[in-house]
């Protein structure tokens, strides 16, 4: 439902997105990008601005905001605060001005829908259902201004809020948004395991899980998301240097990636408007470098589970904005240096492959100093075999928001089908040697690296001899299990063939003749 604000002057209608608002009763849009909205109408009165909102990604939001626009025509001005790393790393606010300054062209966004596309570099789309008329006089009936600081966005707010009030620009417009929605099918509600090579190539499956079975329910920002619960992903060999598909398919561009893993790694000062950075979490917030504490634990008894960081503050988390990011375990297991991070929620389409990038380097940087604190401290290398080993996050709300439903069906359409006909034939819980004996089908279970047989299945039928090894090995990968199923097929219909069918293993079969 629309807010009803009571007032003697405006009242600001938002249809989309309307809970995410701060509503007064003057003719001022406040765009805080991603500055905290509260900390500046905590400085202002009602009076003095007609709505407070954040704007995150340029992809997700401005079409959002300038349909908002278009229903209030008594507002006249416009004020986007830029202020924080955050916002020049998204562009979502550099996106919004170049909007106002240079308007619109006929196009394609990412996920191939035809559309206004903003002209900027930085990616923006308004939905072509939007008439242009109408864009093009919004663009000239608002007085647009850059803030830098939240002081500075105050004074420009009561600034306006001393000019005459103006009438109108034009006429309330709202236009038809399309929804899009797919098919779910039917799956578990929680815990999935999805393992890739690289962060692009679990990406990718991460996605096309949740939009294939994921439940749809609503989130707490007006809008609904599709959901899987408990996942874990799980990346074993992306390069130090980070792969990018080429094209580039990810919602991140290397050029952005220094940036966000500054965010991950460093401390930072104090900043009105800024709650928190998940390295201010890891470096200072409670007193502690508990990055340099992980490093100093592991160095000293590399065999510990007590690698541990909190970034959950009990003090005031159960409020306003907490950390989505808040447990780190860093172990070393067989001479690998692995790192687990908790997500209690976690937006796996915009920001999931920023999120394990970040990880990734916060490992690496844990590993290069482990291992240089070791050697030194010992200056004989017992570590010269360690490595870099998997990174593995759990999302405990893994979702994609309604408004990226569409691009995420245009990257599994793209790209999923070329990334799971991919076969690794390696399976952590060994092979399978399936042969004819004496009337028999046996099964040999060897070890993975080693072929070292380790168990022995005897049988005639294909489904006795498949509910053993699933009860004894329940851990098989599922293309390998489906797999061993058809071969196991294959070898009880030469068994019991009366025309001297010949099984062997990996091969069509074939008559003795």
Known sequence: MTPEVKTDRFNYIAKYKSNQLIYGSGNTVVVTGWTVKEALCKRLQTSEYAVIGQLYSPTRGINILVRNLLLNPHVHYLIVINATREDKNAGAIECLLDFFAHGVEENFSDSGRKSWVICSPIPGYIDIEVDIKALEKLRHSMEVVTA??????????????????????????????????????PGVIYGHRIEGKTIAETWVKIIHRIKTTGKIRPSAYDSKWQELIDLMAIITDEPEEFYFPDPNYLPIDRSYLPEYISQVLDDAPEQEGVKYTYGKRLRSWFGKDQI??????????FDSARAVMSLWDPKQDHHDSPPCLNHIWVRIV??????????????????????????????????????????????????????????????????????????????????????????????????????????????????????????????????QLSREIIFSSPGLQVDHAMYLGSELQKAEMALSSQQGLIYEQDRPLKTNS
Not at 366 to 372: K, L, S
Request: hydrophobic residues 35%.
């Open 292 to 301: 340099q504490q992980v490093i100093d634990k592991l160095t000293n008894d």
């Open 334 to 463: 067989d001479n690998q240096l692995s790192l687990t991070a908790t997500f209690r929620s976690n937006d796996m389409f915009s920001a999931w492959p920023a999120n394990a990038m970040g990880l990734r380097a916060l490992q690496k940087y844990i590993y290069d100093r482990v291992h240089n604190g070791v050697n030194n401290k010992t200056n004989q290398n017992f570590f010269g075999q360690l490595q870099l080993g998997p990174l593995i996050t759990i999302s405990q709300s893994a979702h994609i928001y309604d408004e990226c439903w569409e691009s995420a069906e245009n990257v599994i359409a793209s790209h999923y089908r070329k990334i799971s006909q991919e076969k690794d034939y390696f399976d952590p819980a060994g092979n399978f040697i399936i042969y004819i004996q004496d009337g028999s089908i046996i099964v040999e279970h060897t070890t993975p690296n080693s072929g070292e047989v380790i168990n022995c299945y005897s049988g005639k039928s294909a489904v």
């Open 148 to 185: 830098k600081s939240i002081s500075v966005a105050i004074e420009k707010i009561q600034s306006y809020a001393q000019k005459p009030i103006l009438p109108p620009w034009g006429m309330a417009l709202e236009f038809s948004m399309s929804k899009f929605e797919t098919p779910i099918l």
